[in-house]
């Protein structure tokens, strides 16, 4: 299927490994021009290079999106080398679940500074140039957590219902601007960060895999490039009716629409 996104610029952030990282391959893979962020700066290095390897007009830049001039200054750079933004995924983020008890103030603040007010001061820079040059895309990454808290959720389940809630009022507000905002709900998804607390554990990846699976419907747990073809989707012209979604990506683990 032919989706329409060759020479569109998609911006993604926390692009370096995961979700983020595989949606950027899949937008140069479909002919986009692609700009990523992220804290490390060997990884987003690296990264990088391999986008441009396989064909891409990249830009790469470190940036801290729970830091506003950081997040302005990535932005505005986008901007400058390529003069426009048709696709903003707001991915950045880490999963971070306690008892309610265990979580200090600092904690929730910088959950909700990270995921939440991350993807609203990128949105809030997308947007102007999106409603100038006619229209976009934001797609913004959550959990089915976020429908669906369990106990010891916390501060990561509110923080992403409140990107819910944050998804449905944009869409609504910027429909007459042809700005399309949805978001992708994934339950559990193949990532470093899995990786990196199986290693801790001292298991393989794969024994860590598969303990995770035990309660998914699908038996497995999801890969990266599933969460990227939905948001590829997402992006394209063949989701021009699509706006004030959520699109469950969890192997049927949830038990809500």
């Given at each position: 299927m032919?989706?329409?996104?060759?020479?569109?610029?998609?911006?993604?952030?926390?692009?370096?490994e995961g979700?983020g990282?595989?949606?950027?391959?899949?937008?140069?893979a479909?002919?986009?021009?692609?700009?990523?962020?992220a804290r490390?700066?060997?990884?987003?290095?690296?990264t990088?290079?391999?986008?441009?390897?396989?064909?891409?007009?990249?830009?790469?830049?470190?940036?801290?999106v729970?830091?506003?001039?950081?997040?302005e200054?990535?932005?505005?750079?986008?901007v400058?080398?390529?003069?426009?933004?048709?696709?903003?995924?707001?991915?950045?983020?880490?999963?971070?679940?306690?008892?309610f008890?265990?979580?200090?103030?600092g904690?929730?603040?910088a959950?909700i500074?990270?995921k939440?007010f991350g993807?609203?001061?990128?949105?809030?820079?997308?947007?102007?140039?999106?409603k100038k040059?006619?229209g976009?895309r934001?797609?913004?990454?959550?959990t089915?957590?976020g429908?669906q808290?369990g106990?010891k959720?916390?501060?990561?389940?509110?923080?992403r219902a409140?990107?819910?809630a944050?998804?449905?009022?944009?869409?609504?507000e910027?429909?007459?601007?042809n700005?399309?905002v949805?978001?992708?709900?994934?339950?559990k998804?193949?990532?470093?960060?899995?990786?990196?607390?199986?290693?801790?554990?001292?298991v393989?990846?794969?024994?860590y895999y598969?303990?995770?699976?035990?309660?998914?419907?699908l038996?497995?747990?999801?890969?990266?490039?599933?969460?990227?073809?939905?948001?590829?989707?997402?992006?394209?012209?063949a989701?021009?009716?699509?706006?004030?979604?959520?699109?469950n990506?969890?192997?049927?683990?949830?038990?809500?629409?």
């Amino acid at each position: 299927m032919e989706l329409g996104l060759k020479g569109k610029v998609a911006v993604v952030t926390g692009g370096t490994e995961g979700i983020g990282k595989a949606a950027a391959v899949r937008f140069v893979a479909e002919g986009a021009k692609v700009a990523i962020c992220a804290r490390r700066a060997e990884l987003l290095q690296k990264t990088a290079e391999e986008l441009t390897r396989a064909g891409g007009d990249v830009l790469a830049l470190t940036a801290d999106v729970s830091r506003g001039e950081e997040v302005e200054r990535f932005m505005h750079a986008v901007v400058e080398r390529f003069g426009r933004i048709d696709i903003l995924v707001n991915n950045a983020g880490t999963s971070s679940a306690h008892p309610f008890d265990a979580i200090d103030d600092g904690t929730w603040y910088a959950d909700i500074d990270l995921k939440l007010f991350g993807a609203i001061r990128c949105a809030r820079i997308a947007i102007p140039h999106m409603k100038k040059q006619g229209g976009g895309r934001i797609i913004n990454i959550t959990t089915v957590g976020g429908k669906q808290p369990g106990a010891k959720s916390m501060p990561t389940t509110v923080t992403r219902a409140a990107g819910l809630a944050l998804t449905k009022a944009l869409s609504k507000e910027l429909a007459p601007d042809n700005i399309l905002v949805n978001t992708v709900c994934i339950g559990k998804i193949k990532s470093g960060q899995h990786e990196r607390a199986a290693a801790r554990q001292g298991v393989s990846a794969e024994a860590y895999y598969d303990t995770m699976a035990k309660n998914i419907p699908l038996n497995r747990v999801g890969e990266a490039e599933e969460v990227a073809n939905v948001i590829a989707f997402l992006s394209s012209s063949a989701a021009s009716y699509v706006t004030g979604s959520s699109f469950n990506l969890d192997g049927g683990i949830s038990g809500v629409l």
